[in-house]
């Protein structure tokens, strides 16, 4: 894998772990603080709630309370028979029913169970009476409850099977001021739809508005099938609980818990999590000793503040670490990996032998000093391999020399004489000339070796070298055939020419070489060629007519004839 791509995955992990832990940090910053608001928010939106439910109420329980103070109703309970006090009582009622929020109100004797109710269209003004109460009449158990108990104020939620209407009903228990006995209870019915709409009906998503009793059923809730009607006289065991919204035990153990410090410390609005339909909600709880009730504040956290809000905060600092990597990457690539593509393509090229300084790439910092420093190194190498090419080049110019030269008198040797043969007779050819060819033989030199020494013979040999080639001309040859024998090319050339070099030349031997007094003599034998014959006729024409000169007595020049 090339450096740039491991790069790249190096690049997309960094991303992928930089963007997991940044995830996770946001997610517990992000919950913490909306847990925290979502605190406060319980907190303010439970006192809101409760003041909207008693603001209204307060009024109508007080003027509850001065209506089962009225001496006037108190009258007629304590003789519910009596017709003058039944009509001033019907006045007074009908004074408090004009009164009442809900322009309705509602009077239980005890004494005979005598049930008076007008409402708010005055259906009943004439015949306030509507019916008796009755001990037996399971809808009349609530009357007969509250006097057991003697509550002295109790809200009712609760369906009026013979009025035919769901009502919030504030009862109140009529005591007579002397005896504090029990005389009946009085009150009055606000419409339970109204209730909702101002209580708990709260058009911000994600809030739920929850008012329970003493008991913890529920009494006010958007949901009527949860609502508990008639609490008051169900056993524990079948109220509709809070504990009925939250999902699970811990929740519920939870809810029990709230209920159980609001109660304790009134005023105070108490908090935790719960989970309501499968979902984490925010619970605040306060109790209202006022009308014995809890208010109860659900908030979906999820709703109110989505920890996606905080979403394109993410985004952003996602898309700002994918820019730094993308900046880091093209960085990279620029100050690293494109000076090393460079310096490796240079490596190549010095390796392949195709090396130019130009290939090196423009870099700054540390990379320069590496392509300096490989710039140096490859002009290092590229001098050493110059020298040691020139070496070479030298090197086998001089053996090439060495395999045509003959060591002991430095004249081109057999192999040397060959080649300048060769070459002269292709241009005699070519130029339609002649060619001589003298071949040369010293005179008795075995016995020069055989009475001096070899020594001296190589001595005498060197001389008769030195002879030929001062006495040739620059564009003549002469090479040493082997042993004593010499062979000396004259191009261009004729048979006069011929003749009359072999014979200064065999002079020139004879006066100059000597040995130990004795003057050493070479014989002669020549031939002058056309251009067209081959060389093996032309060497053996002159080394026939070697054969000759010295079968004629040697030191003499004998020139081959046509016939001869
Ligand atoms: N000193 C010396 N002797 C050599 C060398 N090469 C050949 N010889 C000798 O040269 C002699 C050549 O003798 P020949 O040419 O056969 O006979 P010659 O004595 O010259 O007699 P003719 O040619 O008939 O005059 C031999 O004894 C070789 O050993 C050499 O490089 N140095």
Redesign the pocket.
């Known amino acids: 894998m090339s450096l740039g791509t491991r790069f790249i995955w190096i690049a997309i992990g960094l991303v992928l772990g930089t963007a997991f832990a940044i995830w996770q940090v946001f997610d517990r910053v992000a919950t913490g603080v909306v847990e925290q608001w979502g605190t406060r928010v319980a907190e303010v939106q439970v006192r809101y709630d409760s003041a909207r439910l008693l603001q209204p109420l307060e009024r109508e329980i007080a003027l509850a309370h001065q209506m089962a103070d009225s001496p006037v109703i108190q009258d007629l309970a304590r003789a519910p028979d009596d017709e003058a006090l039944d009509a001033a009582a019907k006045a007074e009622m009908e004074r408090f029913r004009r009164n009442f929020g809900a322009n309705n109100y509602f009077v239980a004797l005890l004494d005979n169970g005598a049930y008076y109710f007008n409402d708010a269209e005055d259906e009943f003004g004439e015949q306030p009476l509507r019916y008796h109460l009755s001990p037996e009449d399971p809808d009349d158990a609530w009357f007969y409850r509250l006097v057991e108990q003697g509550r002295d104020f109790h809200l009712n939620v609760n369906p009026d099977s013979e009025l035919g209407v769901i009502k919030l009903w504030i009862d109140v228990l009529m005591r007579d001021p002397a005896s504090n006995e029990i005389l009946g209870i009085v009150g009055t019915g606000m419409e339970l739809e109204t209730m909702l709409a101002e209580t708990v009906a709260v058009d911000q998503p994600g809030i739920t508005t929850i008012f329970v009793d003493h008991s913890g059923a529920i009494q006010l809730y958007r949901d009527r099938d949860l609502i508990d009607y008639a609490s008051l006289v169900k056993p524990e065991g079948q109220k509709s609980h809070l504990k009925r919204l939250v999902s699970d035990a811990e929740s519920r153990e939870r809810v029990g818990q709230l209920l159980d410090q609001a109660q304790a410390s009134a005023g105070n609005v108490h908090t935790a999590f719960v989970t309501v339909d499968g979902q984490r909600h925010l619970m605040g709880v306060a109790w209202l000793p006022r009308i014995g009730w809890y208010e109860v504040t659900l908030l979906d956290l999820d709703v109110i503040m989505p920890v996606s809000r905080f979403v394109p905060l993410l985004i952003i600092v996602l898309i700002a670490l994918v820019i730094s990597i993308l900046l880091l990457h093209v960085a990279v690539r620029r100050l690293l990996l494109q000076p090393i593509s460079a310096l490796e393509a240079a490596m190549q090229a010095l390796k392949n032998g195709r090396y130019v300084r130009g290939d090196l790439p423009a870099a700054s910092g540390e990379m320069a000093r590496l392509v300096r420093h490989f710039s140096d190194m490859a002009n290092t190498i590229q001098a050493h391999t110059r020298e040691l090419e020139d070496r070479v080049e030298a090197r086998t110019a001089e053996l090439n020399r060495l395999a045509r030269v003959d060591s002991?008198t430095e004249l081109p040797n057999r192999r040397g004489m060959q080649e300048a043969l060769d070459q002269a007779r292709e241009r005699a050819e070519r130029e339609g000339r002649r060619l001589s060819l003298l071949w040369i033989?010293?005179?008795?030199?075995?016995?020069?070796?055989?009475d001096r020494?070899?020594?001296?013979?190589?001595v005498?040999?060197r001389q008769v070298a030195s002879c030929l080639q001062e006495e040739l001309r620059g564009y003549d040859v002469a090479g040493r055939w082997?042993?004593?024998?010499f062979l000396v090319m004259l191009y261009p050339s004729t048979e006069e020419r011929m003749a009359s070099v072999a014979e200064r030349l065999r002079e020139r031997v004879a006066s100059r070489v000597s040995v130990g007094g004795q003057p050493v003599t070479i014989?002669v034998g020549g031939y002058c060629a056309e251009g067209t014959e081959p060389l093996s006729q032309i060497l053996a024409r002159a080394d026939r007519a070697l054969y000759r000169a010295?079968e004629a007595g040697?030191n003499r020049v004998q020139m081959h004839t046509v016939g001869g």
């Open positions: 002991l033989d010293v005179d008795e030199f075995k016995q020069i070796n055989d020494g070899h020594d001296t013979g190589d005498a040999l082997g042993g004593d024998e014989s010295k040697r």
